[in-house]
């Protein structure tokens, strides 16, 4: 600890710390407006000078270090009388308007020098749709700049001329919209002037109240306040603090939010008759509900209904989800959308490592000496993490990229494998086959902890990535150079993505990715580990609460959790075999499955072979849909129960790292809408469960899940109040945990390397179908797209495009925007073509978001052995002039 007297008192601090945290620790505000704490601090702006007895001059407090015997006065006469001149300077340029959110003008207001601003007014850039741009408030402070490109990665903005004519202005030259921004809103968030804003606050005005809680979109879970005023969001920031975030936020957590209050949200309990949609009580709603049910398990039996649990709902919700499933239908066919996404990594990693979930945590990222990123588009997808791996890269981390596409994170990696799609399992033995033969594997970790290693070796002899190379399109050479970099530049982490997993060899690609952690004993350590990135905000916690047909609250096998959980419900866990998702779909098709609660999943839009999934659903007798708008699945329904958004209600999710985080309520329920966990609570009373689901609020249901979830146990909403916890959590003493496998594995002291053959995939190309399709993802667009299609992220991507590379296109004599036709096996649909130098000849990629595109009317019945994953990731296709 540093002695440090401060304004004549004395004080304590940590080594490390500069003054001006030293200042804002205790308390002491002074003007700073270059000083941002999620940057370098660069003394620029002069504005928190500080005298210090001994020196001849004043210093800036925000770079320079505090040291023991300090004595510091921060509003001297003198030193306030050149923070004056200085702000006084800096506001004369300024045309007089202002944005008085904004730190800058707080500042001038407290220094009575508001009247200073006396420049001209300039130009307003208005083309971006979230952010004002008005550079005639600027003060060059370099606060945009330099966020964008050390917090973001991005360069956008640049600095254009010197000294009086430093002029900043987005990459494009011409207007914000042009530019390369990907609209993270993190220069907006710095900006201490009215030079960079939150349209939405200009519009709708600032904040009245702010609540903390966690984003509703991807898997990575970051941390947000969000700000409402008259019962409507106007503005959403990042949690400075969030452990995942860290003050950062993308595109669609900060901005996306629209959605809440789109007019067409479905906010009243409706019920279909033959002349449509009929607005009825809850009351109705809920007993149709009842009767439809009960109907048909008397009719059928339990085997014939199911529920989906939604990985955009709350643990709380999920798992009375499956409770109700379980002890109200009396039924296993639960499911959840993890089914068509993760399941193959949940399932992997269970089996070979015991725990099926990812191995270590995004504050590994900057451990790394080596990042391995498969099959995972991290920039677009998970832009936070993608933005930190893309830091650290810059900061001198090895990346190795396995795509076919040339996403972004490829444009900086050390390594692009561009994999044929399908390919994945040739390409990972291959790297094995080099840190086999060229003994780069860990002896000690393989003798301490790894079993089968004999075996393996001698299967994995005859993988030579040369004996690969045509198979995955890739020459042998990079193979050998990409198993070098992560068998021997340690520690190295892997991060995957659906690239690896929505393929018919889906579980055993993950197996044998695995593997090569095995070998090169990357696992159990900071820096390391298997790391699938999850999709939605609560996919993990959805299947991990229970919506799984094989698996109780904490991915317990049914058998071995029933005792404990119908000790604790008083009732019975269903004895027989439950259906997954896909299962349900081909019994509903052959006639022998016939009701089904879909909450918060577009299975029609989004299941793969989409004709095929609406005969399903039109065959079934009785379809419940519990959504915020009338989706895809919706439209086929029997009853329609509308339930509200995530900024509307209490519970937790649970990130991709295993971490339980709150969400809280920012606002009442819109119109008649209800939480799912009270929709859910008053069907099992209508069906005669009271008893069972006698729950007040979130917190209740969360108390029982503690009770049936060891592993969770010790998490508690008093501690979640502070900070998301990652279990295992036994105790309320435990501190959670960042790094699974340290020293030994869940099923022992080893893990066993796994012989990994390659099955390829039925869906070849052929000279009918010659090009191979991927469907993914893109940044702006979120899956079914009900929530970013009802915000102005439409102004960035209007539709699903065809990308295609400039080759086939030459070839087929298209050109870029011409809507054409597109045909495979199984279905055709018209979509707008995009050329894109990122796809490779012979292969193509598009997004599955808009019902008037319809993707998945192209993709087929191929699914993944295991889990029945359906193979998004590989469709022949033709492409067909209109
Ligand atoms: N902006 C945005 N973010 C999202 C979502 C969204 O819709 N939009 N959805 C969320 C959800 S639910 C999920 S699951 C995640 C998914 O996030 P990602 O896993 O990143 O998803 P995808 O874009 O489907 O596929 C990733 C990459 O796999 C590559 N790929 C295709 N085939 C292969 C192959 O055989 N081998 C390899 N190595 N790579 C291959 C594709 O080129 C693509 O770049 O994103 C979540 N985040
Ligand atoms: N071709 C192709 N198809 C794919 C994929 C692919 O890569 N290619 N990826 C697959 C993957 S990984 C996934 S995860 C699926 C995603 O498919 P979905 O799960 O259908 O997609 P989401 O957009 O996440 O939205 C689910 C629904 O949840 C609703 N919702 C949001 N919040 C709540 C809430 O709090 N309560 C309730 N009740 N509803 C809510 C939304 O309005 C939306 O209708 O798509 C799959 N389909
Ligand atoms: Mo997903």
Not at 672 to 686: L, M, Q, T
């Amino acid at each position: 600890m540093l002695q440090v007297t401060i304004n004549g008192q004395s004080r304590e601090f940590p080594d490390g710390y500069s003054i001006l945290q030293a200042l804002h620790r205790i308390g002491i505000d002074i003007p700073a407006a270059c000083f941002d704490e999620r940057l370098e601090p660069f003394g620029g702006c002069r504005l928190c000078l500080v005298a210090v007895q001994g020196m001849a001059r004043p210093v800036t407090a925000c770079n320079t270090p505090i040291a023991d015997g300090m004595s510091i006065e921060t509003h001297a006469p003198e030193i306030e009388q050149e923070r004056r001149t200085l702000l006084r300077l800096l506001a004369q340029n300024m045309p007089r308007h202002s944005v008085p959110a904004k730190e800058f003008y707080g500042c001038l207001r407290e220094y009575g020098l508001e009247s200073a601003m006396h420049g001209p007014a300039g130009a307003v850039d208005d083309s971006h749709p979230y952010i004002r741009v008005d550079m005639s408030q600027c003060i060059a402070c370099f606060r945009c700049v330099r966020i964008c490109a050390d917090v973001q990665g991005q360069f956008t903005w640049q600095v254009w001329n010197r000294g009086d004519k430093t002029e900043i202005r987005p990459d494009s030259g011409t207007t914000f919209l042009e530019s390369s921004c990907v609209s993270c809103g993190a220069c907006a968030h710095t900006c201490p002037t009215g030079a960079l804003v939150d349209k939405s606050i200009l519009t709708h005005g600032i904040p009245q109240k702010w609540t903390k809680t966690t984003c509703p979109y991807c898997g990575v879970g970051c941390e947000m306040n969000v700000g409402t005023r008259d019962g409507r969001i106007v503005q959403i920031v990042p949690v400075m603090d969030a452990p995942v975030n860290k003050g950062h936020l993308c595109v669609k957590g900060r901005y996306a939010y629209d959605y809440v209050h789109a007019e067409d949200r479905a906010t009243e309990p409706m019920i279909r008759t033959s002349t449509g949609w009929k607005v009825v009580s809850w009351k109705e709603a809920i007993a149709a509900t009842a009767h439809g049910f009960t109907q048909a398990l008397r009719e059928y039996g339990p085997g014939a209904v199911g529920v989906l649990g939604s990985a955009r709902a709350t643990n709380e919700e999920n798992y009375l989800a499956q409770k109700l499933a379980r002890v109200v239908l009396g039924t296993n066919n639960v499911d959840s959308c993890a089914r068509v996404c993760h399941a193959p990594s949940a399932a992997a990693l269970k089996m070979v490592l015991g725990t099926g979930a990812a191995t270590n945590s995004f504050d590994d990222i900057e451990q790394a000496r080596t990042i391995l990123v498969c099959g995972s588009n991290t920039t677009e997808n998970h832009p936070i993490v993608g933005a930190r791996i893309r830091q650290h890269v810059l900061r001198g981390a090895n990346l190795i990229v396995i795509d076919p596409r040339q996403i972004e994170l490829a444009e900086i990696a050390t390594i692009h494998l561009p994999v044929r799609p399908g390919t994945n399992i040739p390409l990972f033995n291959a790297m094995a086959n080099v840190i086999v033969e060229e003994r780069l594997y860990d002896q000690d970790f393989i003798r301490a902890r790894v079993a089968g290693w004999e075996d393996y070796r001698r299967f994995i002899q005859e993988w030579t990535p040369e004996s690969v190379a045509s198979i995955c399109g890739v020459e042998a050479d990079l193979i050998r150079r990409a198993a070098r970099f992560y068998a021997t530049a340690k520690p190295a982490m892997s991060v995957h993505g659906l690239g690896i997993t929505e393929h018919s060899q889906g579980t055993l690609s993950v197996v044998s990715l695995i593997n090569l952690a095995l070998l090169t004993g990357n696992i159990g350590k900071p820096g390391a580990g298997v790391n699938p990135l999850r999709g939605q905000n609560n996919v993990q916690g959805a299947a991990h609460m229970g919506c799984e047909p094989n698996h109780l609250t904490g991915f317990v096998p049914i058998d071995a959790g029933r005792e404990l959980v119908q000790t604790v419900w008083q009732a019975p866990v269903p004895k027989y075999k439950g259906l997954d998702l896909m299962q349900m779909m081909e019994a509903a098709e052959k006639g022998s499955f016939e009701a089904l609660w879909v909450i918060g999943y577009d299975i029609l839009l989004t299941n793969p072979q989409a004709d095929r999934t609406l005969e399903a659903m039109r065959s079934m007798k009785f379809v419940v849909v519990q959504d915020m708008f009338m989706n895809e699945t919706a439209r086929e329904a029997h009853v329609f129960l509308p339930a509200c958004s995530s900024m509307e209600k209490d519970g937790t999710f649970m990130n991709g790292e295993r971490r339980v985080q709150r969400i809280r309520r920012a606002m009442p329920p819109i119109g008649n809408s209800k939480s799912d966990w009270e929709i859910i609570c008053a069907v099992a009373k209508a069906m005669g469960h009271g008893r069972h689901f006698e729950f007040e609020s979130a917190e209740q249901i969360w108390e029982e899940i503690r009770k049936v979830w060891k592993v969770g146990a010790g998490i508690t909403y008093a501690r979640l109040d502070h900070a998301g916890i990652q279990w295992p959590c036994p105790t309320e003493e435990h501190p959670g945990t960042r790094i699974l496998h340290e020293g030994a594995f869940q099923t022992g002291a080893r893990a066993a390397l796994q012989r990994v053959e390659h099955v390829p995939s039925k869906e070849m190309t052929t000279d009918e179908f010659p090009l191979l399709l991927t469907t993914g993802r893109s940044l702006f667009q979120f899956n079914a797209g009900t929530m970013t299609l009802r915000t102005p992220n439409v102004v960035f991507q209007p539709t699903d495009y065809l990308d295609i590379s400039p080759d086939d296109a030459g070839r087929l004599g298209i050109v870029g925007g011409e809507m054409v036709t597109l045909r495979s096996r199984h279905g055709a649909i018209r979509i707008t073509v995009r050329l894109s130098p990122a796809v490779r000849p012979g292969e193509a990629f598009t997004t599955f978001t808009m019902p008037d595109v319809y993707t998945n009317r192209l993709t087929g019945p191929e699914v993944d052995e295991i889990t029945h994953t359906p193979e998004y990731k590989v469709t022949a296709v033709r492409i067909e002039k209109e």
